[in-house]
């Protein structure tokens, strides 16, 4: 014992200074980690969350539903990926909330996100391979940030939406579930178009789900 508490002084009495140093900076971490969180708290910002959010029109009215929300990171697999979208989403505005990635990157951070939702549709798929029945829809995918009205948080949105809902807008604003939802009315309509110009914003993928 005597020994090894030896050892430990002799490790301690060499290294105090790196030691020392690798403390302050744990707490300097720490202390800029509670204040970035805490003023993202204010703001409502959480841009390192990714929610993947359903676009629906039923009997007239627009509905909004969280079909899953992960971190960035979680998604994306790679802290530069995570760190650009989020970059791109605070370059958003009112009237383009599409993020503004790389044209030649697009494709892949688009199937990053589209991997997630097929897998939580998955067992549909295995259902259709098996002969089983099955309904299918293609839906496309676009990343937003939306800036516009008075949202109560935001964060990075993947957008998704039936193609012939997004290619057939309806010419007279919908119904809304909440007074808040003309943001995403608006930003369904910014889809639409940019859809037609710039098709590289989008990924389609298709989805089965069991008619059991």
């Known amino acids: 014992m005597e020994k090894l508490i030896e050892g430990v002084t002799d490790l301690l009495e060499g290294n105090w200074s790196k030691l020392v140093t690798a403390l302050i900076m744990m707490a300097v971490g720490w202390y800029f980690g509670r204040r970035k969180a805490a003023a993202d708290w204010r703001r409502k910002e959480f841009y390192d969350r990714l929610n993947v959010s359903l676009n629906s029109m039923t009997s007239g009215t627009l509905q909004i539903r969280t079909v899953l929300e992960k971190s960035c990171q979680d998604v994306f697999l790679n802290v530069v990926a995570s760190e650009k979208v989020v970059e791109c989403a605070k370059l958003t505005t009112a ?76 010419a007279e604003q919908p119904k809304l579930e909440s007074p808040h939802h003309i943001t995403r009315w608006e930003t369904l309509k910014q889809l639409a178009r940019e859809r037609k110009a710039n098709p590289h914003k989008f990924l389609e993928v298709e989805i089965c789900f069991s008619k059991s």
């Open 95 to 170: 009237n383009d909330p599409i993020l503004p990635l790389p044209k030649d990157d697009y494709w892949y951070y688009l199937n990053s996100v589209l991997n997630e939702v097929a897998e939580k549709f998955s067992e549909g798929t295995v259902r259709r391979d098996m002969g089983l029945p099955v309904q299918t829809e293609r839906y496309a995918i676009c990343l937003t940030n939306e800036n516009a009205g008075d949202l109560r948080t935001r964060k990075v949105r993947a957008m998704l939406v039936q193609t012939r809902l997004l290619d057939n807008l309806p």
